[in-house]
């Protein structure tokens, strides 16, 4: 399983950087890792209401706390600190965001 080298939060384009050990560059937005926590209360809001959580847009990463060898724990803006990020976790969710990145560009160029 590949482990961050660095990580780095970039809390003005809202994005945290992790250099992965098997050379991938991660690149995840604050509204997206807010978005797609797995703590028990998020998970229960998303099992009752059949839809995704509502997050602000201006929604900000102030701290990111390594978990032992495991994960991290990330701390936002809007108070929430309970969901802890698995690297493993971190690492499937590289190709969901790249899926949304794209799409949002396609928007962006259709709007255009």
Partial sequence: MPHP???SNQTISAQLSIDWDDGVQQILSHLF???CCRCADCKALRLHSKAELTVAEDIRLTEVRLVGQYGMQLIFN???DR???PWLYLQELLS????????ERLAVIGRA
Wanted: hydrophobic share 45%; proline share 0%; aromatic share 4%.
């Fill in 33 to 35: 890792l807010r978005s």
């Fill in 83 to 85: 969901g802890i990020y």
């Fill in 5 to 7: 080298l660095n990580i």
């Fill in 96 to 103: 969901a965001d790249d899926a949304i990145a794209s799409a």
């Fill in 78 to 80: 809007d108070g929430h």
